[in-house]
């Protein structure tokens, strides 16, 4: 079945550049998508990568997707403290139900000051 | 637009006891779903709805029934409530099914706990 593979925790220092990894299985998912949690809320869209591009830079943050490994990440440039969340890794679900997105365990950021 | 909304913010049970998770949008969606979020285990899919009077089953349904008579609601009902349902519940909508380019926005959750 579906797996979306990614590290449990990150800690970074304000201003460093942080890196999320994330594996997936399906190859024939559209897109692929980046969510934010702050604590006590609910999961906010951050981004999303067409499948057919390598690369998408939005402001401080940066998508690669390696469609042969089957790897994306997520750069956050210039860290802050309001970056720390936890960071989930999406892709859609395979078959007829591929509207439905299935989600990675989730990362959990610290930007230490 | 109040986006997604969750009733109740919190809620504790005893083991047995029924109830229902209410999740509503104003945003005229077609398609919502609902979640569970556990330690460790990332969101896990429990059912999904394309539209009105049309709902289907995700990778955790058991012990949840969910009906979809409007295109606004979309309830999540707990029939005999366990221990293992306790859990954080999302409820989450999104334009179209098979649009997945499109924002899916998530309300803001319910904690609940199963004694």
């Known amino acids: 079945g579906e797996d979306v593979e990614q590290s449990l925790f990150l800690s970074v220092r304000e201003g460093d550049s942080s890196v999320i990894n994330c594996t997936y299985t399906?190859?024939?998912?559209?897109?692929l998508y980046w969510y934010k949690q702050e604590p006590g809320a609910g999961l906010q869209l951050l981004t999303y990568i067409f499948s057919n591009m390598d690369m998408k830079q939005d402001q401080r943050l940066t998508v690669l997707l390696n469609k042969k490994d089957k790897h994306l990440s997520l750069r956050i440039a210039d860290t802050q403290t309001g970056d720390s969340a936890i960071y989930f890794c999406a892709e859609t679900q395979r078959g007829g139900s591929q509207g439905n997105l299935i989600f990675g365990k989730g990362t959990k950021l610290s930007v230490k000051p | 637009n109040a986006g997604v909304t969750q009733t109740p913010k919190f809620q504790v049970l005893k083991t047995g006891q029924s109830m229902t998770l209410q999740c509503a949008q104003d945003m005229n969606h077609e398609y919502m779903s609902w979640y569970r979020q556990d330690p460790g285990m990332g969101l896990r899919l429990i059912h999904y709805?394309?539209?009105?009077?049309?709902?289907d089953q995700g990778e955790v349904p058991n012990g949840y029934n969910v009906s979809r008579s409007t295109t606004e609601d979309f309830p999540l009902r707990l029939l005999s409530a366990a221990p293992s349902q306790t859990s954080v519940y999302f409820c989450?909508?999104?334009?179209?099914?098979?649009?997945?380019?499109?924002?899916?926005?998530f309300g803001p959750g319910t904690r609940l706990t199963v004694l």
């Open positions: 399906d190859s024939s998912s559209t897109y």
């Open positions: 709805s394309v539209g009105a009077g049309i709902t």
């Open positions: 989450a909508s999104r334009p179209h099914f098979q649009r997945t380019q499109d924002t899916q926005y």
